[in-house]
């Protein structure tokens, strides 16, 4: 069974730091990965996909690696603002089998950004 | 562009009130999936339908039921509420492999 895991659970940081999430997965035989971000009370917004073949994926300060064979992704935050405080997911989508195409997430890592 | 839209937004209910939660997308997608999301315990799968006429179990689908009324609906049905039943529930599509898109959110108490 798939697992996801999100380390650390919770991080502070002060302004203009460079950051790194982390992720990790038990079985590297998935299609894609995502990450997300969830403000308090508020629904899943997309940050990044990563297609299986990529290594990385870049959107503005954001850069997402991936790595199959070890079972790792990361979210490298550059120059953080206090508007980047929110929780970051990362999902899995399964590759094979019955669920195929479905999403697997770790329980999340939540950013503070103190100004 | 409306993307995924969940109603009704926030739920109290009575134990043993039943309920349906709708959820619809635009974006002409395959798929379409239940989560639900509690403290300490994540994002957890209820129910998915990998296309239109198709629903499978996810890893928590005691106490629900779901319809794939149509390509863009995919309703989730408490038939008889529990307290344990109090959470957040997510809808989301996609269309195969690709990412996911997510609606903004029922909230569910049950008293």
């Known amino acids: 069974k798939q697992e996801v895991t999100q380390i650390p659970a919770a991080l502070s940081v002060p302004e203009g730091e460079n950051l790194v999430l982390n992720c990790s997965f038990t079985?590297?035989?998935?299609?894609?990965l995502q990450w997300f971000r969830q403000d308090p009370g508020k629904g899943l917004t997309s940050l990044l996909l990563?297609?299986?073949?990529?290594r990385e994926q870049t959107s503005g300060r954001l850069n997402a690696s991936l790595d199959k064979s070890s079972g790792r992704s990361t979210l490298y935050i550059a120059a953080s603002q206090p508007g980047d405080s929110a929780t970051y997911l990362c999902?899995?989508?399964?590759?094979?089998?019955?669920?195929?195409?479905?999403?697997?997430f770790g329980k999340g890592t939540k950013l503070s950004v103190k100004p | 562009n409306a993307g995924v839209t969940q109603t009704p937004k926030f739920q109290v209910l009575k134990t043993g009130q039943s309920m349906t939660l709708q959820c619809a997308q635009d974006?002409?997608?395959?798929?379409m999936y239940w989560y639900r999301q509690d403290p300490g315990m994540g994002l957890r799968l209820i129910y998915y339908?990998?296309?239109?006429?198709?629903?499978d179990k996810g890893e928590v689908p005691n106490g629900y039921n779901v319809s794939r009324l149509n390509k863009r609906e995919f309703s989730l049905r408490l038939e008889s509420a529990a307290p344990s039943q109090t959470s957040v529930y997510f809808c989301?599509?996609?269309?195969?492999?690709?990412?996911?898109?997510f609606g903004q959110g029922t909230r569910l108490t049950v008293v």
């Open positions: 989301a599509s996609k269309y195969r492999v690709d990412g996911a898109f």
């Open positions: 079985d590297s035989a998935i299609y894609n």
């Open positions: 990563i297609q299986s073949s990529q």
């Open positions: 999902a899995v989508i399964e590759g094979y089998g019955g669920s195929q195409g479905n999403l697997i």
């Open positions: 974006m002409n997608h395959n798929s």
């Open positions: 339908s990998a296309s239109e006429g198709t629903t």
